[in-house]
């Protein structure tokens, strides 16, 4: 096998299993584990992949940049809109307390909640609280700090000072990324800060996300996988990722109604 034909299977390797180690892709592809290092610095300049300690990942596995909330909006809203429509057999019928973190996910999770029906509504979102300012039966509770312009989500120790004093009976958590090893997670340290204390603050989670997100990893773990108990995505997942995720404990949900 050329050095090229190599470096391309390796490649296909690791982007369908997520990761591969130095001396699995050694001993897959018969040759030393110097050889594959090689490789996967080709392969990392070129962007196909990135080296991690030990071995590889896909190079959509790890970002840190984050894309603005209006690119993010019109990304699969398709499955986006069914999500949050799905995201409504587990909204409480009246009296309950929910977090809302921010996301284009939850944006729509809102955008959904009923007019008539009386909730606490707590978020670190400054679009969410718009919205949700004018509902009725909905008593908002908007957490402070410095707003991140990227997410429009206030962050830092004023906000997380608040959930740590909190119980809710339900969180929608959005994610840039979850997988089995890592949990969920995202680019920015303080926004996962705040994630982190939003789990910590719910007696249920429920985890709003398209399929895109599932199996990847990002830069921050704020959360691990046994914390979720509830997956929302589209009907788009794998059928070996929803398998991995059950046997984690995980309830995958798949919104439909999406072509």
């Given at each position: 096998?050329?050095?090229?034909?190599?470096?391309?299977?390796?490649?296909?390797?690791?982007?369908?299993?997520?990761?591969?180690?130095?001396?699995?892709?050694?001993?897959?592809?018969?040759?030393?584990?110097?050889?594959?290092?090689r490789?996967?610095?080709?392969?990392?300049?070129?962007?196909v992949?990135?080296?991690?300690?030990?071995?590889?990942?896909?190079?959509?596995?790890?970002?840190?940049?984050?894309?603005?909330?209006?690119?993010?909006?019109?990304t699969?809203?398709?499955?986006?809109?069914?999500?949050?429509?799905?995201?409504?057999?587990?909204?409480?019928?009246?009296?309950?307390?929910?977090?809302?973190?921010?996301?284009?996910?939850?944006?729509?999770?809102?955008?959904?909640?009923?007019?008539?029906?009386?909730?606490?509504?707590?978020?670190?979102s400054?679009p969410?609280?718009?919205?949700?300012?004018?509902?009725?039966?909905?008593?908002?509770?908007?957490?402070?700090?410095?707003?991140?312009?990227?997410?429009?989500?206030?962050?830092?120790?004023q906000?997380?000072?608040?959930?740590?004093?909190?119980?809710?009976?339900?969180?929608?958590?959005?994610?840039?990324?979850?997988?089995?090893?890592?949990?969920?997670?995202?680019?920015?340290?303080?926004?996962?800060?705040?994630?982190?204390?939003?789990?910590?603050?719910?007696?249920?989670?429920?985890?709003?996300?398209?399929?895109?997100?599932?199996?990847?990893?990002?830069?921050?773990?704020?959360?691990?996988?046994?914390?979720v108990?509830?997956?929302?995505?589209?009907?788009?997942?794998?059928?070996?990722?929803?398998?991995?995720?059950?046997?984690?404990?995980?309830?995958?949900?798949?919104?439909?109604?999406v072509?």
């Open positions: 096998m050329y050095p090229e034909e190599r470096q391309q299977a390796i490649a296909s390797l690791v982007i369908a299993k997520g990761r591969a180690s130095v001396n699995e892709l050694a001993a897959a592809y018969d040759v030393t584990t110097e050889t594959v290092r490789d996967l610095a080709v392969l990392d300049k070129a962007g992949l990135r080296r991690v300690h030990g071995g590889a990942v896909p190079a959509r596995a790890l970002h840190l940049v984050e894309p603005g909330v209006g690119e993010r909006d019109v699969r809203a398709e499955h986006k809109d069914a999500i949050a429509a799905a995201a409504m057999e587990f909204l409480p019928l009246s009296g309950a307390s929910v977090l809302l973190d921010a996301g284009t996910t939850t944006m729509r999770i809102a955008a959904h909640i009923p007019s008539d029906r009386p909730l606490v509504v707590v978020t670190n400054v969410i609280a718009a919205r949700l300012a004018t509902v009725p039966s909905v008593s908002l509770q908007v957490l402070g700090g410095r707003v991140r312009g990227v997410t429009q989500a206030a962050v830092g120790e906000a997380i000072r608040v959930l740590d004093t909190l119980r809710v009976d339900l969180a929608f958590i959005g994610t840039n990324a979850i997988s089995v090893r890592h949990g969920l997670s995202t680019p920015d340290i303080e926004e996962a800060a705040v994630k982190r204390a939003m789990v910590r603050a719910a007696n249920y989670v429920v985890v709003a996300a398209d399929s895109s997100k599932v199996g990847r990893e990002d830069f921050v773990s704020f959360a691990p996988i046994t914390s108990d509830t997956l929302i995505t589209d009907t788009e997942i794998s059928d070996a990722d929803r398998t991995v995720l059950t046997e984690q404990g995980v309830e995958v949900v798949c919104a439909g109604g072509p």
